[in-house]
T-cell receptor
Framework: GESVGLHLPTLSVQEGDNSIINCAYSNSASDYFIWYKQESGKGPQFIIDIRSNMDKRQGQRVTVLLNKTVKHLSLQIAATQPGDSAVYFCAENKAGNQFYFGTGTSLTVIP | DAGVIQSPRHEVTEMGQEVTLRCKPISGHNSLFWYRQTMMRGLELLIYFNNNVPIDDSGMPEDRFSAKMPNASFSTLKIQPSEPRDSAVYFC???WGGGREKLFFGSGTQLSVL
């Protein structure tokens, strides 16, 4: 999972396997969550979002799960590809407030 | 759509010099955000504008930092004087919906203060 600090969590997966990236968010009042992907030398890129009235949302090869009881968010990537190698951030937002980003998880896909 | 455009992509300057970073948000977006990214602190919000008006600048480190948004299509972040600890990647992002919708980020400016 993610934590504020010096160390970036890492995850290595074989190409074709499924990946699960976890995020523990901090504010129980947060009601909007986004996953971003950041490739080296680029800005964060939107992947998928979910609002607190949902538990699950699916996109193309990606699924986000939200567990409000334990303040946990996860990103599942199906059939992981080398192009999925990047740093993944979760961001939380509370109504009337700014987005707060975690420090990210580095995903490496092994061909 | 060209996306959020930032310039310059890289800036190397000496301590004490003035640095100006520029951003053109996506047309039609009404909110603009300046973030700083470092390995130690991750992505930090410096300031954000809604309809060209600064809403929250509590993340601006100190008086050496200032930001302006003279119109809906342009914003600047200025550091004067710059210090080595300002070295980081600075991102501009824009969104519609007053910051309650997803942010679209530019490619960033890599700033190195020697």
């Amino acid at each position: 999972g993610e934590s504020v600090g010096l160390h970036l969590p890492t995850l290595s997966v074989q190409e074709g396997d499924n990946s699960i990236i976890n995020c523990a968010y901090s504010n129980s009042a947060s009601d909007y969550f986004i996953w971003y992907k950041q490739e080296s030398g680029k800005g964060p890129q939107f992947i998928i979002d979910i609002r607190s009235n949902m538990d699950k949302r699916q996109g193309q090869r990606v699924t986000v799960l939200l567990n409000k009881t334990v303040k946990h968010l996860s990103l599942q990537i199906a059939a992981t590809q080398p192009g999925d190698s990047a740093v993944y951030f979760c961001a939380e937002n509370k109504a009337g407030n700014q987005f707060y980003f975690g420090t990210g998880t580095s995903l490496t896909v092994i061909p | 759509d060209a996306g959020v455009i930032q310039s310059p992509r890289h800036e190397v300057t000496e301590m004490g010099q003035e640095v100006t970073l520029r951003c053109k948000p996506i047309s039609g977006h009404n909110s603009l955000f300046w973030y700083r990214q470092t390995m130690m602190r991750g992505l930090e919000l410096l300031i954000y504008f809604n309809n060209n008006v600064p809403i929250d600048d509590s993340g601006m480190p100190e008086d050496r930092f200032s930001a302006k948004m003279p119109n809906a299509s342009f914003s600047t972040l200025k550091i004067q004087p710059s210090e080595p600890r300002d070295s980081a990647v600075y991102f501009c992002a824009s969104s519609w919906g007053g910051g309650r919708e997803k942010l679209f980020f530019g490619s960033g400016t890599q700033l190195s203060v020697l």
